[in-house]
RNA sequence: GUCCCCAUCGUCUAGUCAGGUCCAGGACACUGGCCUUUCACGCCGGCAACACCGGUUCGAAUCCGGUUGGGGACGCCA
């Protein structure tokens, strides 16, 4: 059985480069039956967080990426790690080294300004040190011959061992370091494919001479491209909201998300959209691309106002309500919020959109837009007004389908377009210049508010009269 | 600096492994139009790319070499 896994660190919020990470790892592990493994590595306790893991944690849960095993704790992990570095001492594969940091940084810059790599000059390899306070303890890395691997996205990749330097397994303070606890982690969950960003490239053979070491069978490795900002470097703060509960925040589907991130770095031919069982069954890393690429956040809010247009009411209304409540609406009344979601998700990009769209038709008091009323709130349409309202108030059923009707018969009548009636309208009824359709307006809001409304904004302008 | 990786429209990409069907296809964005009670949706159209130079070949976006450009890594961070 194929075992994936995603090893977040702590250090702050899971951004959309660790998500697609993340989705990737799921999505072949779905795909092959296997098994998904979360991983919290904090092993650096400065920078790790409890807060950072929450929030990884519910990033996770929000895209409906599900792991089947953990989370792990690394920090929870150190006798598995203390065994396997001890073992390694014990087969003479690594060392204790006496070496001080300033010691290191002389070294460094010693081999740069030669024109070298910098890296540990291997002074405490073969001295046979033992254990001191402040020593660290070093793998042996072979001094010469190659580290080679086959890359499920990248192809062959082959280092000379002379590029790598002897690393630091366990620090000073006793902890294992990353490269180790990831290869004894690996080890010990039975990891067989190891899919992760780019810049892990360099670290692979590092990782695969562990494993040589310690005599056990090497995973399989798949390194993704890695995104980058608009501006072509890497993703960071400053490129805005990246992380993906701002994405939640904004109003976007996590469906529309992991969309969009699927299709960067993967393709399947010229499609676009892919359902989660679609994408199950269509990924495959050999058409993961070698390119790194830019996030097109453009992108993503077409895919997301798509999903929102494709989603049922039902759907769309429970997804809504966290953000009408966060607009103040309390003791919604389910029944309304499904029927005006019904017209608004043709026009909404997001929820956020979504839910100021939805107003008009949840607030008892509206307020016109200072655009639409200077335009349209004019005393011209004063006397139109009143004689609609009073037929309006006498309409048995109130409904689009016996308002268009009476409509026609009231332009006609009156010899205008409806467009000279229906911009005053909206702004009448909705305070906006943009809004669904002037009759789904009118059946949702029900004949008492619309008669009160328009008796208001006749007032108001009847006010705005007299000002001037 | 050293090593590793990469290179098709502004962006994401198809095509590259098995060279001709590609004067390069799709999507987003931008844009012209149609529809229309506004805003959207929808529909029709437009703009726009094989980084460069050599080589192999009857023929190269596709294969090879180099150049340039970009990214990544060089931590007692992960």
Known sequence: MIVTRFPPSP??????????????????????????????????EQRSTDDATAAILESMEWLGLSWDEGPYFQSRRYDIYN??????????????????????????????????????????????????????????????????????????????????????????NGSPTYHLAVVADDISLGMTHVIRGDDHVNNTPRQILIYKALGEPIPKYAHLPMILGPDKTRLSKRHGAMSVLAYRDMGYLPHALLNALARLGWSYGDQEKFSMEEMIAKFSLESVGKAAGVFNAEKLLDLNAWYIR?????????????????????????????????????????????????????????????????????????????????????????????????????????????????????????????????FEVMEILGKEKVVERIRKAAAHIKNKKQDA
């Open 310 to 438: 494709e989603s049922s009411d039902e759907f769309l209304a429970e997804q809504l309500t966290p953000f009408l409540e966060t607009q103040g609406f309390t003791n919604l009344d389910a029944g309304k919020v499904r029927e005006v979601v019904s017209i608004l998700k043709v026009r909404s990009k997001t929820l956020v959109e979504m839910a100021e769209g939805a107003h008009f038709c949840l607030a008892e008091e509206i307020t016109y837009e200072k655009k639409g009323d200077d335009k349209f709130l004019k005393p011209g349409v004063l006397e139109l007004f009143e004689d609609l309202n009073n037929r309006l108030a006498a309409m048995p059923e109130f409904n689009q389908e016996s308002i268009e009707k009476l409509f026609i018969d009231f332009l006609e009548q009156k010899e205008i377009k409806l467009r000279k009636l229906a911009q005053p309208l909206r702004v009448a009824l909705t305070g906006k210049t943009a809004s669904p359709g002037i």
């Open 83 to 172: 065994e396997v570095i001890d073992r390694l001492i014990a087969d003479g594969q690594a060392y204790h080294c006496h070496c001080s940091p300033e010691d290191l940084e002389r070294q460094r810059q010693n081999a740069r300004s030669k024109g070298l790599k910098p890296k540990y000059d291997g002074t405490c390899r073969d001295l046979g040190l033992d254990p001191a306070p402040g020593s660290v303890v070093r793998l042996k890395i072979p001094l010469s011959g190659i580290t080679q691997f086959i890359d499920l996205v990248k192809g062959p990749i082959r280092f000379d061992n002379e590029e790598l330097d002897d690393l630091i397994i366990r620090r000073s």
């Open 11 to 44: 250090t702050g919020y899971l951004h959309i480069g660790g998500a697609r990470t993340a989705l990737f790892n799921w999505l072949f592990s779905k795909q092959q039956g296997g098994k998904f493994i979360l991983r919290i590595e904090d092993t650096d």
